[in-house]
């Protein structure tokens, strides 16, 4: 194996590329984990705080209340460092694992031990590790930098978690304690008439029962749609971020590179815009294969599973290039399923009564139907 044989070497980057997309996903996961762990480890620290700040009958009233949000508060910040801390170590893994494919280490990793006694022969045909670590570097900034469709960065990103996670906790805690001094009082007064006191009322006393409140901030914090979820959204999307503009950086300055290949997930949950990515041929390179950075989709959404591998030139062959098509014409190929998966229901409806034109395939629906409006008026 050496320079004369490039093939061998195109082959090993190949291989290369699929074993460093199952240690992404290893990093994912682990990475994933431990962040789970920080903000149910928080959330229990904050369930505790907050039976420790209980009076004798079990209950918070007014007087623990600012004190309380303090120490909840101080417990969020220690939280975000600790997660900051998290990212900034896994970003560079993950663009590491991005640019290996490409490098000596990772092309006589896939060779195996036939390719070590030839080390010295590989190195004009990859990268080098100064331009290894540049690329490397580049994406990490790439992905700080990245402004979203949105308009936000990672650091507005971050931002609005700790936001979130600040306003949801505080508001629960804030709203149980008035709430249950009113209740309290309230409680008081129809006892004091001997009359009984009504449901909602008990409800809001034992909504300020400290136990209770603990089990409520920790719901807060980790249940459906909470810190948590929105938390490990943003992980996966900028890890992945991270490590494909690494990828696509790298493989595209490979001098027999004819592109990337836009790759569904084994996991993929279902049908939708990234079906199309997978499956079109719009530049005569074969389904799903892009020609540049600016030309490929890829990452078509936040928390994708997709990754996308390299195609070389002569991977390319006459019937991929006699079947470059426009994108209403792969639509067209798609299953009923995930035609629907890709344009939505209602924009599905418009594409079966003739209505639906190339723009408007990524366009969202309100801006479609819109046009669509405008059209019908002006007919």
Known sequence: MNERNP???????????????RDMDALDGQTLEELETLYRQAAADIGAQIERQAGGDGKLGLAQLQDLLAQVKGKLAELAQRREALLNDALPQAAGLGIRPLTADGVLGALGAS??????????????SEAAMRISGEAVAFVRAFVAADGLRLSDRLWRLDRHARDTLVNAIELAVIQGH?????????????????????NKLTAANA???SKTAQAVMTGKGSPLDNALRLFRTELNRAHGEAYIHGALGHPDAAGVR????????????????????????????????????????????SYVEVVFRDEVGAADKAGKEKPLEALAR??????????GKAKNEAYGEGKITQG??????????????????AG
């Open 7 to 21: 093939a061998a070497i195109r082959a090993a980057i190949k291989r290369a590329t699929t074993a460093a997309q």
């Open 211 to 213: 136990a209770e409140l």
């Open 115 to 128: 390719g070590q006694a030839a080390a010295f022969q590989v190195g004009a045909a990859v990268l080098g």
């Open 262 to 305: 836009f790759l569904l997930s084994p996991a993929h949950p279902g049908p939708d815009i990234c079906d199309l990515y997978a499956t079109q041929n719009l530049y005569g390179l074969g389904p799903g294969v892009y020609p540049s950075r600016a030309k490929c989709p890829w990452p078509a959404h936040p928390n994708t599973l």
């Open 360 to 377: 408007m395939i990524r366009s969202p629906w309100r801006a479609v139907r819109k046009r669509l409006e405008k059209r019908s008026q």
């Open 334 to 343: 798609l299953t009923p399923e995930q035609r629907r998966g890709v344009l």
């Open 182 to 202: 009113g209740a309290a009082e309230a409680a008081r007064e129809y006892l004091a008439r001997g009359t009984a006191v009504p449901a909602d009322v008990m």
